[in-house]
């Protein structure tokens, strides 16, 4: 082979060789699409849980968990049954420390501004300020349904986006604090801000809670997991094992007490 025949050989190979080590560009994934395009902020967070025609079906919620309750300087670990009535503002959950098992179960009522203890023969009222608080505690499980926030006299307002994409909305809404809800740039929920009244009548209360995981009833999409804080420090943190979103109420006697459990004393004699 002739010297130049040579020089052509080589330059064909290392041209060869760049072509082989140049790095391909990955393929361009499509752009995911946007949760919000031409949707309110409250619409596409609709659609992410389920969607109003699911949501909107919903007579009562109910799960059963574990949780970890951290309050008066101890952490106690319970099992919990949970039962909320979110167009009626009804609710009630039943727990107990995993030692102790479910016969000695506590169970508190909350309906209409009053709240109960429940145990098993007696329902004692609670004081106005523990009861407030019941109250607005489980308000957040009616705000979470979404559907209920287009109701009437209830405010929603959206305020100014994250730079992560989050979305946020201010709600007001009848016999409830207000609400601070945040969506992740798929429209799920993922955090809920509010302040509640102290039960012991102290300084109202900063309430962070926190939702992640999902778990799903007749396409209904509700988190699995829900951490909730108080001025900053750990309360509440839950997990769901089990959830239904029912599309009728259910007869609820508690199985722990003598009573049907179906309505306060008051109630019953009024009736």
Request: charged share 20%; glycine share 8%; no cysteine.
């Given at each position: ?8 050989m ?9 072509c ?14 946007d ?85 098993v ?76 009244k ?16 999902e778990i ?56």
């Open positions: 082979m002739t010297l130049f025949n040579r020089g052509i080589a330059v064909a190979l290392v041209a060869l060789g760049a082989a080590s140049a790095p391909q560009e990955a393929p361009v994934a499509a752009a995911a699409p949760a919000y395009s031409g949707k309110s902020v409250l619409d596409a967070a609709i659609e992410a849980a389920g969607g109003q025609a699911a949501l909107s079906q919903v007579k009562e919620l109910e799960w059963k968990g574990s949780a970890t309750v951290s309050a008066e300087g101890k952490t106690t670990e319970i099992s919990l049954e949970t039962v909320l009535r979110p167009q009626s503002h009804w609710a009630r959950s039943t727990s107990w420390t995993k030692a102790d098992g479910p016969k000695k179960a506590r169970t508190i009522q909350a309906e209409q501004g009053k709240a109960w203890t429940v145990n023969v007696n329902w004692t009222p609670m004081p106005e300020a523990q009861a407030i608080h019941e109250n607005q505690q489980f308000s957040l499980y009616s705000a979470m349904m979404l559907v209920g926030l287009k109701g009437e006299g209830v405010t929603v307002r959206e305020t100014a986006p994250g730079k992560d994409g989050t979305r946020n909305l201010h709600v007001e809404r009848p016999n409830a604090p207000p609400v601070d809800l945040r969506f992740n740039a798929s429209g799920k929920l993922i955090q809920a801000a509010m302040t509640v102290d039960a012991k009548g102290g300084a109202d209360i900063a309430e962070v809670a926190k939702f992640s995981g799903v009833s007749n396409g209904v999409k509700w988190p699995k997991k829900i951490v909730i804080e108080q001025n900053g420090a750990p309360y509440f943190d839950m997990e769901i094992a089990s959830f239904e979103a029912n599309t009728a109420t259910k007869p609820r006697p508690l199985t722990h007490t003598l009573d049907d459990g179906q309505t306060p004393p008051g109630e019953q004699d009024a009736g």
